[in-house]
């Protein structure tokens, strides 16, 4: 029977090693893929993502680098360049501004300097986010920024397929793309068809359907969010959950769909508010679906200070269920 | 700061219900400006702020009913306004006769500029973009709908609601808001005033309004039916006019004297339909060419029958006009409304033959009646107010 | 446009200015200022509203023409069929 191939075909996983498959199964699937990185061989990654495959695929394909996040992302460009489809790992978002140049001014261009000649196909691979308490240098949610960059694609894998299945399809890309992973999910476990490939980088995902208020996010906040529609359906709210996946460029057909629908919109982003992924969003809603609003457009986002060291208030720093619960009662003008 | 109380709005008004809010604290207003909606037994009447200022507190919630004169929110007056600035104070505490709102005396109110937070002339209700273009493509009147979103602003499923209304038996179109018993205790209230306390005297006066229709027939035949003018308006402007040259016609009675008007509010009295009438003011009648009165009386009339009608606009009328226009009975007596000292009753337009010039001849005639307070005016000085607008109907294109 | 449809026009708005008023029980024959009780400003929107919603002039020299129902169908089926030609 169909549905036993498919019961037997489910492994309990979690998002740390949805990442590894994903990496194991491009190494292996392609010669031209291997990934460096930062302690990723030796110590394992240092959020063990990459632990084992040093022993398993080689010290060729699983390169550890110095603690130059310039350097390397700059060799990685020029081994994509020069026909390689490498997957450089950042510890951080933090850490990457150190390769802003390389990211910004090099990959980012290059197909449009070179007029066309060559393209860079590179992935790069970092965590985001805060909860981990490690302080206003390693917590940051900056995948708001990279979006702003015409000539690069950002990815926001939030469940376990994506994590597992987005890394394939953006090495296939002809152009560089980042895969943001917020660190709280690494540790998040779930069910995971043993046959999970590649996905589509392209659409946004209607996680939940609603008909009362569109809450749009992406990453971490999908949770936080799915839990705050949770609760609000218990008050007779019935909230629909989009989770963008791709920041860059940003699907919005299933915005637009979702919000003329339910003609409300809050958008739950961990970056900060001013000058943020959420504000595009909210003016792109403005720009295009206007006519359709019922109420101003709401916005979760994280307090504007650094990312605080004490777990109570880097708590309260960032996009919490109870603060999207209240941003959607007050869209709805509900007591 | 200055208290923005509940208004007295009526002779007889004690208390009123606070219906909804259009300002929140923050906000800035300006002298004019629409800030609140209190149900009355007049209906719901969109209160004006005369204090320009920034909204410091509300101190009363909607859905409350609280006496005349009970603080309703704490307006902070521009620069530095003292507290309790007399002539900012808004009308007065006692449910005495409705006081013309007292403007703020000049001389302590220095101008601040205008600032440019400060709200739209006219503070429109809060309608969501959803809200307004579905009202527009099924035809709905916004003003008719009550808003049920954040900050009461109307949604799209207010509009939905209010589209379920328009198709369900007619006796559910009547506005929410009119309550036309509420109505007649209040007519009752003022006529049962009026004809105790005042001396009515009765003149009446046949005017020759031949000039005046064919005048009209002439002005209508070029213009569409939004910018026609009815004989109504001519009549008004007439005994706006007329009243600028009488002045003991036009003003209140209070505290055992005449208090003559500065300006000339036409209060127009306007039945509803079901049994409903209510007489709110044209402002400043006299200044306005015949275009823009029509246009402000249709506007009124179109506002009072969907209960709409803004709280200057009930206390300020200074002389009160009923006009029957084409149909109904030849001449009317009106009862004063107090505390005004007039009324003008204008008849529905009849032929009648007529002597010009030692012929006879057919003419459109109308019978203009007059009403006033006998311890203000004597029949003489009536006379002649009648005769005035008599003359002043003469000469349409004057008008 | 047919008489059906403009009776429903018509008698919608009429509606509007009247919306207690059955419009099926009214006369068709009879004087609409008289049997719906309307006056001259709610006589002046009825014309102001036909003629947005119709796209027809209609002059105040015709407004006798308009006072019953049966009329008004009559005087609007006209105007349309010629303007149609």
């Given at each position: 029977?169909?549905?036993?191939?498919?019961?037997?075909?489910?492994?309990?996983?979690?998002?740390?090693?949805?990442?590894?498959?994903?990496?194991?199964?491009?190494?292996?699937?392609?010669?031209?893929?291997?990934?460096?990185?930062?302690?990723?061989?030796?110590?394992?990654?240092?959020?063990?993502?990459?632990?084992?495959?040093?022993?398993?695929?080689?010290?060729?394909?699983?390169?550890?680098?110095?603690?130059?996040?310039?350097?390397?992302?700059?060799?990685?460009?020029?081994?994509?360049?020069?026909?390689?489809?490498?997957?450089?790992?950042?510890?951080?978002?933090?850490?990457?501004?150190?390769?802003?140049?390389?990211?910004?001014?090099?990959?980012?261009?290059?197909?449009?300097?070179?007029?066309?000649?060559?393209?860079?196909?590179?992935?790069?691979?970092?965590?985001?986010?805060?909860?981990?308490?490690?302080?206003?240098?390693?917590?940051?949610?900056?995948?708001?920024?990279?979006?702003?960059?015409?000539?690069?694609?950002?990815?926001?894998?939030?469940?376990?397929?994506?994590?597992?299945?987005?890394?394939?399809?953006?090495?296939?890309?002809?152009?560089?793309?980042?895969?943001?992973?917020?660190?709280?999910?690494?540790?998040?476990?779930?069910?995971?068809?043993?046959?999970?490939?590649?996905?589509?980088?392209?659409?946004?995902?209607?996680?939940?359907?609603?008909?009362?208020?569109?809450?749009?996010?992406?990453?971490?906040?999908?949770?936080?969010?799915?839990?705050?529609?949770?609760?609000?359906?218990?008050?007779?709210?019935?909230?629909?959950?989009?989770?963008?996946?791709?920041?860059?460029?940003?699907?919005?057909?299933?915005?637009?769909?979702?919000?003329?629908?339910?003609?409300?919109?809050?958008?739950?982003?961990?970056?900060?508010?001013?000058?943020?992924?959420?504000?595009?969003?909210?003016?792109?809603?403005?720009?295009?679906?206007?006519?359709?609003?019922?109420?101003?457009?709401?916005?979760?986002?994280?307090?504007?200070?650094?990312?605080?060291?004490?777990?109570?208030?880097?708590?309260?720093?960032?996009?919490?269920?109870?603060?999207?619960?209240?941003?959607?009662?007050?869209?709805?003008g509900?007591? | 700061?200055?208290?923005?109380?509940m208004?007295?709005?009526?002779?007889?008004?004690?208390?009123g219900t606070l219906v909804e809010w259009l300002v929140k604290?923050?906000?800035?207003?300006?002298?004019?400006?629409i800030v609140a909606v209190i149900e009355t037994?007049?209906g719901a009447i969109e209160i004006?702020?005369?204090?320009?200022?920034?909204?410091?507190?509300i101190?009363v919630n909607p859905h409350s009913k609280?006496?005349?004169?009970?603080?309703l929110a704490?307006?902070?007056?521009?620069?530095?306004?003292?507290?309790?600035?007399?002539?900012?104070?808004?009308?007065?505490?006692?449910?005495?006769?409705?006081?013309?709102?007292?403007?703020?005396?000049?001389?302590?109110?220095?101008?601040?500029?205008?600032?440019?937070?400060?709200?739209?002339?006219?503070v429109r209700a809060r309608v969501?973009?959803?809200?307004?273009?579905?009202?527009?493509?099924?035809?709905?009147?916004l003003s008719?709908v009550t808003g049920s979103g954040p900050a009461g602003a109307i949604?799209?499923?207010d509009?939905?609601?209010?589209?379920?209304?328009?198709?369900?038996?007619?006796?559910?179109?009547?506005?929410l808001w009119?309550?036309?018993?509420?109505?007649?205790?209040?007519?009752?209230?003022?006529?049962?005033?009026?004809?105790?306390?005042?001396?009515?005297?009765?003149?009446?006066?046949?005017?020759?309004?031949?000039?005046?229709?064919?005048?009209?027939?002439?002005?209508?035949?070029?213009?569409?039916?939004?910018?026609?003018?009815?004989?109504?308006?001519?009549?008004?402007?007439?005994?706006?006019?007329?009243?600028?040259?009488?002045?003991?016609?036009?003003?209140?009675?209070?505290?055992?004297?005449?208090?003559?008007?500065?300006?000339?509010?036409?209060?127009?009295?306007?039945?509803?339909?079901?049994?409903?009438?209510?007489?709110?003011?044209?402002?400043?009648?006299?200044?306005?060419?015949?275009?823009?009165?029509?246009?402000?009386?249709?506007?009124?009339?179109?506002?009072?029958?969907?209960g709409r009608?803004r709280s200057?606009?009930?206390?300020?009328?200074?002389?009160?006009?009923?006009?029957?226009?084409?149909?109904?009975?030849?001449?009317?007596?009106?009862?004063?409304?107090?505390?005004?000292?007039?009324?003008?009753?204008?008849?529905?337009?009849?032929?009648?033959?007529?002597?010009?010039?030692?012929?006879?001849?057919?003419?459109?005639?109308?019978?203009?009646?007059?009403?006033?307070?006998?311890?203000?005016?004597?029949?003489?000085?009536?006379?002649?107010?009648?005769?005035?607008?008599?003359?002043?109907?003469?000469?349409?294109?004057?008008? | 446009?047919?008489?059906?449809?403009?009776?429903?026009?018509?008698?919608?708005?009429?509606?509007?200015?009247?919306?207690?008023?059955?419009?099926?029980?009214?006369?068709?024959?009879?004087?609409?200022?008289?049997?719906?009780?309307?006056?001259?400003?709610?006589?002046?929107?009825?014309?102001?509203?036909?003629?947005?919603?119709?796209?027809?002039?209609?002059?105040?020299?015709?407004?006798?023409?308009?006072?019953?129902?049966?009329?008004?169908?009559?005087?609007?089926?006209?105007?349309?069929?010629?303007?149609?030609?």
């Amino acid at each position: 029977m169909q549905q036993a191939t498919t019961q037997s075909g489910i492994i309990d996983t979690s998002y740390r090693e949805a990442v590894r498959e994903a990496i194991r199964d491009a190494i292996k699937r392609d010669e031209r893929v291997f990934l460096m990185g930062e302690d990723i061989g030796r110590y394992g990654g240092c959020y063990a993502v990459t632990k084992g495959l040093l022993a398993e695929l080689g010290p060729e394909r699983i390169r550890d680098t110095p603690l130059s996040e310039s350097g390397f992302t700059g060799a990685g460009i020029g081994a994509a360049m020069a026909g390689m489809r490498p997957i450089v790992e950042l510890m951080t978002v933090n850490f990457s501004l150190l390769a802003l140049d390389q990211i910004l001014n090099t990959a980012a261009t290059v197909r449009h300097m070179s007029g066309n000649q060559c393209g860079v196909p590179l992935v790069i691979r970092m965590a985001t986010g805060a909860g981990r308490q490690l302080a206003a240098q390693h917590s940051h949610s900056l995948e708001g920024w990279y979006a702003h960059i015409p000539g690069l694609k950002v990815l926001t894998p939030a469940t376990l397929e994506d994590a597992r299945g987005m890394l394939w399809t953006a090495l296939e890309d002809p152009d560089p793309v980042l895969i943001f992973e917020n660190v709280m999910l690494y540790n998040m476990t779930g069910k995971l068809a043993t046959d999970a490939g590649p996905v589509g980088i392209d659409k946004a995902a209607v996680r939940r359907t609603g008909r009362d208020i569109s809450l749009i996010t992406y990453g971490g906040s999908l949770w936080k969010t799915i839990e705050a529609a949770t609760a609000l359906a218990a008050q007779g709210i019935e909230a629909e959950v989009i989770d963008l996946r791709s920041l860059r460029p940003l699907d919005d057909a299933t915005i637009m769909t979702s919000v003329t629908k339910t003609r409300r919109a809050v958008i739950v982003d961990e970056g900060w508010r001013s000058g943020s992924l959420a504000a595009e969003v909210g003016m792109r809603i403005v720009e295009q679906a206007f006519w359709a609003l019922d109420a101003p457009i709401g916005r979760v986002c994280s307090e504007e200070v650094p990312i605080p060291y004490p777990s109570h208030l880097e708590s309260a720093a960032i996009p919490q269920t109870p603060k999207i619960v209240a941003a959607v009662k007050a869209a709805l003008g509900r007591p | 700061m200055v208290e923005f109380r509940m208004p007295s709005l009526g002779s007889d008004m004690e208390a009123g219900t606070l219906v909804e809010w259009l300002v929140k604290p923050g906000d800035l207003v300006k002298r004019g400006d629409i800030v609140a909606v209190i149900e009355t037994q007049k209906g719901a009447i969109e209160i004006e702020t005369f204090q320009p200022g920034q909204i410091e507190q509300i101190l009363v919630n909607p859905h409350s009913k609280v006496p005349v004169g009970t603080p309703l929110a704490l307006i902070r007056a521009e620069r530095e306004a003292k507290p309790g600035a007399p002539g900012a104070a808004p009308p007065p505490t006692a449910p005495t006769p409705p006081a013309a709102p007292v403007p703020p005396s000049p001389a302590r109110a220095p101008v601040a500029p205008p600032s440019p937070r400060v709200l739209g002339a006219a503070v429109r209700a809060r309608v969501s973009p959803a809200a307004r273009r579905l009202a527009e493509e099924r035809g709905i009147d916004l003003s008719m709908v009550t808003g049920s979103g954040p900050a009461g602003a109307i949604t799209y499923a207010d509009v939905e609601r209010r589209l379920g209304e328009a198709v369900a038996p007619p006796e559910r179109k009547r506005p929410l808001w009119l309550d036309l018993d509420a109505m007649r205790t209040a007519i009752a209230a003022a006529m049962e005033r009026s004809k105790r306390e005042i001396p009515h005297y009765y003149l009446e006066h046949q005017v020759d309004v031949t000039a005046c229709e064919q005048w009209l027939t002439q002005k209508n035949a070029m213009l569409p039916p939004d910018n026609r003018v009815l004989i109504g308006a001519l009549a008004i402007k007439a005994a706006a006019l007329a009243a600028r040259r009488f002045p003991a016609f036009n003003g209140f009675y209070r505290d055992n004297k005449f208090e003559p008007a500065q300006a000339v509010h036409i209060g127009v009295a306007i039945a509803i339909r079901g049994g409903g009438l209510a007489a709110p003011a044209l402002h400043d009648a006299d200044q306005l060419s015949l275009d823009e009165l029509m246009s402000q009386m249709r506007d009124l009339v179109q506002r009072t029958r969907a209960g709409r009608i803004r709280s200057s606009e009930i206390s300020d009328p200074t002389l009160t006009v009923s006009s029957l226009g084409t149909r109904g009975v030849e001449a009317l007596y009106g009862i004063i409304y107090p505390p005004q000292v007039a009324i003008i009753g204008f008849g529905k337009t009849v032929a009648r033959p007529w002597v010009i010039d030692g012929a006879i001849g057919p003419r459109s005639v109308i019978t203009v009646t007059l009403s006033a307070d006998h311890r203000v005016s004597d029949g003489h000085a009536g006379a002649l107010f009648l005769a005035e607008i008599g003359k002043l109907l003469q000469e349409p294109s004057k008008l | 446009m047919s008489d059906i449809d403009i009776r429903k026009v018509l008698q919608e708005e009429l509606n509007n200015i009247a919306p207690e008023v059955d419009m099926a029980s009214v006369d068709p024959a009879a004087d609409l200022r008289e049997v719906i009780d309307i006056d001259s400003m709610d006589f002046l929107n009825f014309i102001s509203a036909v003629h947005h919603r119709l796209g027809i002039d209609i002059p105040e020299i015709d407004y006798p023409k308009l006072v019953t129902l049966d009329g008004a169908i009559a005087y609007i089926g006209a105007k349309l069929g010629s303007s149609t030609t």
